[in-house]
C-alpha cells in the first residue's frame, strides 16, 4: 500500500470508515492518482502516475466506481464535517447552490440531455449544450492562506432532465425539487448552525422559498429577484369576529422596475470592499420589507434590495432575502461571494480533469463527477495542513504577478508533497537519502513529457 505523509495519511483516515479494507487499498490509488495526473483523470491515467500501467488486473480499479459497494453521500457528510472543523468551527455558513453542464457524449450515458449553455447564451442568442446537468453545492469559507474566499464543494447531485424518465416508473423531478432535498439534507448534517445560501436567479421560485422558510430551522436564502414581481404589504390583523378567511397579503406595492425607474425613490450609498473580485465599488441600494405573492403560492415575507450604480457601469438588479430582519449590506455582501462559484467550476475543468473521464455507466457517472469537484476541497485541506507553519509558496513570473496563492498553488504543493514522498523519501533506518532508481526517474520523466495522457 501507498505511504503518505503523517498529516495526509490522517486527514485522509476520516473517510476509510465508508470503504471496505479492500476497496479502500484501491481507492486510495486512484485518489494519489487523481491529484498527480496532469490532465485527464480517467483510470489508466491515475494508475500511470502510481506507476501501476503495469497492473494486469487493473479492471478492479474500474468497478470501485461501477460496482464497488460505498455511499457517496457519507463521503460528502464527512468532507463537509471537515470543513467546517477546519474554517468555519464558529459563526454564520454561507453555502452556495449553483448547476453546471458537463459537456459529455455517448449513446449508452442515459441521463444526457440538452440544456441551455450558460456560457455562450445571451438575451439575444441562443446556443444548446449537450451534456450532464449537476446541481454543486458549496461552502463559501474565508482560507486564511489564498487572503480570499473560496468555494468549496462538497455534495453534487445529478439532476437529469425529463427525458431520462419517459421509460421509468418514478415521475420526473424538476432542478428546484433537487435543491430542496440537497438544502434539507445539510440541515440534517447541520441542525445547529445558521445556514445561508446564495443562489441565481433560477431558484427564486416562491414554493421553494417557503419552503426553507418554513421548516424548524430556517434557512436563509439570498437570491437575485425579477425586477416585475408582485409584491404587496403585509396582510392586516384579523378583526374580532371576523368572517372568512385570513388574508394572505396587503396593499399592492409598486414593482422594483418601476420603483427603479422613479425618480423620488430615495437611494443609500455603500461602499463595497470587493466587489466580484474587481476591488472597491461604489454603489447604491434602497431596501423594504414585502410580501411576495401569486395565486395558487404560499405568501413568503422577504427582504428585497433594489442595486444601481451610479456611474453605470453594470446594469441595475434586485435580491430577495427570506429573513426580513438581515440588514440589505449584509445581503449584498453575501451574494457577491456567489461569484466564487463560477471560479470553483472554472478550476476543477482547468486543473482537476473535469469533462475529460470517460466512464459511461450510470453508477461511474454518478460517482466520477461529484468525487473530482470533492477533489477541489480535499486537495484545499491537505495544502492547509502543508502550509500551517508557513506562506504557500506562489508561482510568479517578470510579466505575471500575483499577491495571493490560488488553487494552482495549492495543488502544487499538495503534488510537491507527495511526489517528495513517493520518490525522494529518507530511509527510517538509516537516515540517508534513498538513491532514486531507474524506474522512479521513469515515472517522473512520463509525467512530465506526456501531459495529455
Not at 455582501?333 to 486543473?351: D, K, M, N, P, S
Request: hydrophobic fraction near 45%; proline fraction near 5%; include cysteine.
Amino acid at each position: 500500500m501507498l505511504k503518505l505523509p503523517d498529516p495526509y495519511s490522517t486527514l485522509l483516515s476520516h473517510f476509510r470508515s465508508h470503504f471496505s479494507n479492500r476497496i479502500w487499498k484501491l481507492a486510495l490509488v486512484l485518489l494519489l492518482g487523481a491529484i498527480l495526473a496532469p490532465n485527464k483523470r480517467t483510470v489508466t491515467a491515475c494508475l500511470r502516475m502510481v506507476g501501476l500501467h503495469h497492473e494486469k488486473r487493473f479492471l478492479k480499479y474500474h468497478r470501485v466506481l461501477s460496482r464497488a459497494v460505498w455511499s457517496s453521500l457519507a463521503v460528502s457528510q464527512t468532507l463537509l464535517v471537515l470543513l467546517v472543523m477546519t474554517f468555519a468551527a464558529s459563526g454564520t455558513l454561507i453555502f452556495g447552490v449553483d448547476d453546471t453542464i458537463e459537456r459529455r457524449w455517448g449513446l449508452k450515458i442515459r441521463a444526457r440531455g440538452i440544456y441551455r449553455d450558460p456560457v455562450r447564451s445571451s438575451h439575444s442568442h441562443f446556443v444548446k449544450a449537450s451534456g450532464l446537468r449537476w446541481l454543486c453545492t458549496m461552502l463559501l469559507v474565508p482560507i486564511p492562506w489564498a487572503q480570499r474566499v473560496w468555494a468549496l464543494p462538497f455534495l453534487t447531485v445529478l439532476a437529469p432532465s425529463e427525458r431520462y424518465y419517459e421509460n421509468s416508473v418514478r415521475a420526473a423531478k424538476k432542478l428546484t425539487d433537487w435543491v430542496w432535498q440537497v438544502l434539507l439534507q445539510v440541515r440534517r448534517w447541520l441542525p445547529k448552525r445558521r445556514i445561508v445560501v446564495v443562489a441565481d436567479s433560477s431558484f427564486a421560485i416562491i414554493s421553494l422559498l417557503a419552503r426553507v422558510q418554513r421548516l424548524k430551522s430556517p434557512i436563509t436564502m439570498v437570491v437575485r429577484f425579477r425586477l416585475d414581481a408582485a409584491l404587496y404589504e403585509e396582510a392586516p390583523p384579523r378583526k374580532p369576529k371576523q368572517k372568512g378567511r385570513s388574508r394572505k397579503k396587503g396593499k399592492r406595492l409598486p414593482t422594483l422596475e418601476q420603483r427603479l425607474k422613479n425618480k423620488k425613490t430615495k437611494w443609500q450609498r455603500l461602499l463595497i470592499p470587493n466587489w466580484y473580485g474587481e476591488g472597491k465599488r461604489d454603489i447604491e441600494i434602497c431596501s423594504d420589507i414585502a410580501v411576495w405573492y401569486h395565486s395558487g403560492q404560499p405568501t413568503v415575507l422577504l427582504r428585497w434590495v433594489l442595486i444601481r450604480d451610479p456611474r453605470g457601469k453594470f446594469k441595475s438588479q434586485a435580491l430577495l432575502c427570506t429573513d426580513p430582519s438581515v440588514t440589505p449590506e449584509q445581503i449584498v455582501q453575501w451574494f457577491i461571494l456567489r461569484w466564487q462559484l463560477e471560479v470553483t467550476l472554472e478550476e476543477v475543468r482547468a486543473h482537476l480533469g473535469v469533462e475529460t473521464q470517460r466512464q459511461w455507466s450510470d453508477q461511474a457517472i454518478a460517482r466520477t463527477t461529484p468525487a473530482l469537484l470533492g477533489l477541489f476541497s480535499l486537495v484545499t485541506l491537505l495544502a492547509h495542513h502543508s502550509v500551517q507553519r508557513g506562506k504557500l509558496p506562489v508561482r510568479q513570473a517578470a510579466w505575471y504577478t500575483k499577491s495571493a496563492p490560488t488553487f494552482a498553488d495549492a495543488l502544487a504543493v499538495v503534488r510537491k508533497t507527495l511526489w517528495e514522498q513517493l520518490l525522494f523519501s529518507m530511509c527510517k533506518r538509516t537516515r540517508d537519502v534513498q538513491k532514486i532508481s531507474e524506474r522512479q526517474i521513469n515515472r517522473l520523466t512520463s509525467a512530465l513529457s506526456y501531459t495529455h495522457g
